[in-house]
């Protein structure tokens, strides 16, 4: 496929699609890795190239990936048709793999406050490290949500931050007073903008400029370690640990949809799985028949 094209598609699906930036380029790679794979172009590309290319790759990559390259090839066909290159979507004869519910890993309340205080305040990013973990539980954000936080849209008055997420579209989020207080501490330590795209960004690196998603990613990954959780972290962990505890306590779904920035509540309801699961496994733990023996069948006719 030639840059143009590709470059063209990627311009819909951010302008017309109003695609984040991480899905555009996921998006991308996909489609050009496809048509770099199968030797097709985008008029010639059929349902059984398509199942072809996917049945290769399914060595490689798991149900989730191979779901996501259908969707960015669907995505793409339906923009060749949009622009009058051809009149039919190959993707409608090809089968997505069905996928189980997903349970993502949450961690307790004890383990949260574990890593808070694994963060040695006294060290040159201390300060800014206990202040994104505090946001991350305490507001639920996306790590993308939070590398861009800006400091005009923190109301500490009013006690929320206005975020905009997925598709630009803005939310309001409560922010609790201690996270308010761990920005304000790292704010007197911030270090010097570098530049006016800085001045504005609250979480920024040594050098003064906005922090990437892959620190953010490496500082939850150190924390959790010297916090001595062996669980596989990520800083969307946060994201659905809080989801999760709201939920235990007592919230409503919607309000956490909308603090999620949720555009279905159907992945909401993922939290209420996570908390059934929890409880599950509480009750079968403290159950009182935990331990009894199962006897084998020839035990079973004598008695």
């Given at each position: 496929?030639?840059?143009?094209?590709?470059?063209?598609?990627?311009?819909?699906?951010?302008?017309?699609?109003?695609?984040?930036?991480?899905?555009?380029?996921?998006?991308?790679?996909?489609?050009?890795?496809?048509?770099?794979?199968?030797?097709?172009?985008?008029?010639?590309?059929?349902?059984?190239?398509?199942?072809?290319?996917?049945?290769?790759?399914?060595?490689?990559?798991?149900?989730?990936?191979?779901?996501?390259?259908?969707?960015?090839?669907?995505?793409?066909?339906?923009?060749?048709?949009?622009?009058?290159?051809?009149?039919?979507?190959?993707?409608?004869?090809?089968?997505?793999?069905?996928?189980?519910?997903?349970?993502?890993?949450?961690?307790?309340?004890?383990?949260?406050?574990?890593?808070?205080?694994?963060?040695?305040?006294?060290?040159?990013?201390?300060?800014?490290?206990?202040?994104?973990?505090?946001?991350?539980?305490?507001?639920?954000?996306?790590?993308?949500?939070?590398?861009?936080?800006?400091?005009?849209?923190?109301?500490?008055?009013?006690?929320?931050?206005?975020?905009?997420?997925?598709?630009?579209?803005?939310?309001?989020?409560?922010?609790?007073?201690?996270?308010?207080?761990?920005?304000?501490?790292?704010?007197?330590?911030?270090?010097?903008?570098?530049?006016?795209?800085?001045?504005?960004?609250?979480?920024?690196?040594?050098?003064?400029?906005?922090?990437?998603?892959?620190?953010?990613?490496?500082?939850?990954?150190?924390?959790?370690?010297?916090?001595g959780i062996r669980k596989s972290i990520s800083p969307h962990t946060f994201r659905h640990s809080f989801a999760t505890?709201?939920?235990?306590?007592?919230?409503?779904?919607?309000?956490?949809?909308?603090?999620?920035?949720?555009?279905?509540?159907?992945?909401?309801?993922?939290?209420?799985?996570?908390?059934?699961?929890?409880?599950?496994?509480?009750?079968l733990d403290h159950h009182p028949r935990k331990n009894a023996v199962i006897l084998d069948d020839n035990e079973m006719?004598?008695?």
């Open positions: 496929m030639d840059e143009r094209t590709l470059k063209d598609f990627r311009y819909w699906l951010k302008v017309e699609r109003s695609m984040s930036p991480n899905t555009v380029s996921a998006y991308g790679s996909d489609v050009a890795e496809f048509f770099e794979q199968s030797g097709c172009d985008a008029v010639s590309a059929n349902s059984d190239s398509i199942n072809d290319y996917l049945a290769k790759r399914s060595r490689d990559i798991g149900k989730r990936s191979q779901a996501r390259t259908i969707s960015a090839l669907r995505s793409f066909f339906n923009w060749t048709i949009l622009e009058g290159m051809r009149k039919d979507n190959p993707c409608d004869g090809v089968d997505a793999p069905k996928l189980g519910r997903y349970l993502p890993d949450v961690l307790s309340v004890e383990e949260i406050e574990a890593i808070l205080d694994s963060v040695d305040l006294k060290s040159e990013t201390g300060l800014r490290d206990r202040a994104i973990l505090e946001v991350l539980y305490g507001c639920g954000l996306r790590v993308s949500e939070l590398a861009t936080l800006k400091l005009s849209d923190i109301y500490a008055d009013q006690g929320f931050v206005r975020i905009i997420g997925k598709g630009n579209k803005q939310r309001l989020v409560p922010i609790g007073g201690m996270a308010l207080q761990c920005i304000a501490a790292y704010m007197e330590d911030r270090p010097e903008p570098d530049g006016s795209e800085s001045e504005d960004i609250v979480f920024l690196n040594r050098f003064g400029r906005p922090l990437s998603r892959i620190s953010v990613f490496n500082m939850v990954k150190k924390q959790t370690l010297l916090a505890h709201m939920i235990e306590n007592g919230a409503d779904l919607r309000v956490v949809q909308e603090m999620l920035g949720h555009e279905s509540i159907l992945t909401t309801e993922i939290y209420t799985h996570i908390d059934s699961s929890t409880w599950q496994a509480n009750i006719k004598k008695s």
